[in-house]
């Protein structure tokens, strides 16, 4: 029970079964574990027992003397839907092992078994509570500290964000965002007005990419009755709306360079005009703005103004991409999982420790937004109860390359630009660990056959960090 053992409460199982000797026996085993256990003979003494100490694990017998082991595993779920059952059964047919997972089991365990096998069943029930503890104490402090109980997180990069958006998020100073696709730019932008003053105010979000000048001008300031073809109404613009909370400009370099002139004035003066009007309108927002691409490097290709950044980019906030920093994928998987478990009511799902090393191998150049997608698609595909394996995710997270060639990866869910620098970073890497593989590490020898500088394979590796010694394994 080493994986359980740190934690300030123990596991508490409960053995319900009417064999005196087994479960003597179990209890023996299971308290030589390190667990906290709990015995009963019959069904109902058990339901008092998880109304009291609400344990758990049960440990359950099929056959009772005065109910059946289905009846008790759906009252235990009816009185605590966290608590896992196991059944014990001596009739170890697919028909009722099927429904006993059906009806909330977390697995069946037949008669005769071993010590070995009950420490091992008991033993990946028992990491299943404590991935769920862990998950409910990482969500509160990220409620005390931060109050962003939708970001999951701990790794430093992430923590980084954390640190500077709780900061900011209680004044009215603009924030910039930039990061890749998928990384969770608009959750960010959400968590900083919901621990804003301006919390309990509009947060109005639009997409500056998805629609054309003449509608996202109409859209931000609003018409007046025949400025156009169709206006038939009068209509407020967004901004005007958003007064007295939080605007949110997301992809701001997909803008046209005449539009954020006039946003630059909106800005500056605090007022609007809406198309086709004629009186100015005071307007009251705290700005959140973000962007895909690079803002300085926007700036540089013409596609930002830099006095808009200027005003915008009073704080700026970095999203990492997913890759770097896969020490969150394990607990971001989880989440989803329990998440679409439910939606799908697909309960008890779980990932397997080998599925969980695919998933923080994996590059996921769609990020967060990526790996929520290919665990809703797991998650639809599974049964209740499942231990995903490596063999149920899909077929491009296993792929490796082949015949001594890179495969370059991307997704066509992101812009060209993105998609091109992580099909560079993907070759890069796996270039490099095959050509310090082929010469054992030796940088000298893979310079040569490279022909390339040797201050270039270092620069390489502390760009990628990565060990020469672990490349060339």
Not at 96 to 102: D, G, H, L, N, P
Not at 148 to 155: L, Q, V
Request: net charge neutral; with cysteine.
């Amino acid at each position: 029970m080493s994986d359980t053992s740190n934690s300030e409460v123990p596991i508490s199982v409960l053995i319900c079964d009417d064999e005196e000797l087994l479960v003597k026996s179990c209890g023996q085993i299971l308290s030589s574990e390190g667990y906290t256990v709990h015995t009963e003979g019959r069904g109902k003494n058990a339901l008092d027992n998880v109304r009291r100490h609400r344990p758990d694990i049960v440990l359950t017998d099929l056959m009772l003397p005065d109910m059946d082991g289905l009846t008790l595993l759906k009252e235990i779920k009816k009185l605590a839907p966290e608590t896992l059952v196991v059944m014990i059964t001596g009739f170890a047919t697919v028909d009722s092992s099927v429904e006993a997972i059906r009806a909330g089991a977390y697995d069946y365990i037949p008669k005769p078994f071993t010590a070995t096998q009950l420490r091992i069943l008991i033993g990946r029930a028992a990491q299943q509570v404590q991935l769920v503890r862990d998950n409910a104490h990482l969500r509160d402090q990220l409620k005390k500290h931060y109050s962003f109980e939708n970001i999951i997180g701990t790794s430093e990069a992430i923590q980084k964000v954390f640190s500077v958006v709780s900061r900011v998020a209680p004044t009215d100073a603009s924030v910039f965002i930039s990061g890749e696709s998928g990384t969770g730019k608009e959750l960010i932008a959400r968590a900083i007005h919901a621990n804003s003053r301006r919390s309990g105010r509009a947060f109005m979000a639009i997409n500056c990419a998805a629609l054309p000048d003449h509608l996202l001008e109409s859209e931000l300031f609003g018409h007046e009755k025949g400025s156009f073809t169709g206006a038939d109404n009068q209509r407020r613009g967004l901004l005007e709306v958003a007064s007295g909370g939080t605007f949110f400009l997301d992809e701001i370099s997909e803008m046209s360079m005449d539009l954020q002139a006039k946003l630059l004035r909106v800005i500056q003066e605090r007022r609007i005009r809406r198309v086709g009007g004629e009186s100015e309108i005071p307007i009251d927002v705290r700005w959140v703005s973000a962007t895909n691409r690079d803002p300085e490097q926007a700036v540089r290709d013409g596609n930002l103004r830099q006095d808009l950044l200027y005003r915008l980019n009073v704080v700026p906030v970095r999203l990492p991409p997913l890759r770097q920093r896969r020490e969150d994928i394990p607990a971001l998987a989880n989440y989803f999982l329990r998440r679409f478990g439910q939606e799908y009511d697909r309960g008890n799902l779980r990932f397997g420790a080998e599925s969980l090393r695919v998933l923080s191998d994996y590059h996921w150049p769609g990020n967060v937004r990526e790996l929520q997608n290919v665990t809703e698609r797991i998650t639809s595909l599974c049964l209740p109860g499942q231990e995903i394996t490596p063999e149920d995710l899909p077929e491009e997270l296993t792929m490796r390359p082949t015949n001594g060639r890179p495969t370059v990866a991307y997704s066509a869910d992101l812009p060209f630009h993105d998609a091109k620098n992580d099909a560079i970073t993907v070759f890069e890497k796996e270039y490099l660990r095959d050509l310090l593989r082929r010469h054992g590490g030796n940088i000298s020898q893979a310079a040569r056959t490279a022909g390339i500088d040797r201050k270039t394979i270092h620069r390489m590796l502390a760009k990628y960090e990565l060990d020469g010694r672990d490349a060339a394994w």
